[in-house]
């Protein structure tokens, strides 16, 4: 197919075409992202599944009047739809990560609270401030990251290796509820 700015097609040269556009155009489109979200690692996730999405879909033929507009307007939409999916999947997952029985009196929920209390006792201060502020505070890894200077993928281990200890001893000395 044939435009005004030259020769555009999508047919093999479809796939070479976006990429072309991405390089050309990524500091632009990552710092329209960075802006949006303020986490550098989230702007660079935000772009990595935009430029993968961009490379299964059919660009519009009227992109290469505008190109940069037509990428503003993408990533904005992009970080507007992970900010939006990001806080489903930090509600969701809190919820998947509760396995308190109902309670069925005021004691219950008293029990909860100290087997909690007896399970954090058993990790690191540092470790249970970063548990805390992602599950108390809703903080993501990058987050909390950013506010300990620490790396992403550190703090991601953190809580790993938290979740993983705390089951453990939920599961062998946890109380009454334990299996």
């Known amino acids: 197919m044939s435009t005004g700015d030259g020769e555009h097609s999508n047919d093999g040269r479809g796939e070479r075409k976006t990429e072309e556009l991405f390089v050309e155009h990524y500091d632009f489109m990552f710092a329209t992202a960075r802006k949006a979200l303020t986490q550098k690692a989230d702007a660079e996730d935000v772009i990595q599944a935009l430029y993968f999405k961009l490379l299964d879909s059919e660009l519009p033929p009227d992109i290469w009047k505008d190109p940069k507009g037509y990428l503003y ?38 029990n909860a609270m ?40 550190k703090i991601a281990k953190i809580l790993s290796r938290a979740r993983e200890k705390l089951r453990k001893l939920r599961d062998t000395d946890g109380g009454p509820e334990a299996k």
């Open 114 to 153: 100290l087997q909690v209390e007896h399970l954090l006792g058993n990790l690191d201060r540092n470790v249970v401030r970063i548990v805390m502020l992602h599950a108390d505070n809703g903080y993501s890894d990058a987050e909390i990251a950013a506010m300990m200077g620490e790396s992403r993928t």
């Open 73 to 110: 307007r993408t990533v904005v939409n992009a970080c507007h739809d992970w900010r939006r999916s990001r806080q489903s999947r930090k509600e969701q997952q809190r919820v998947e990560e509760l396995e308190f029985a109902e309670p069925r009196s005021g004691y219950a929920h008293e």
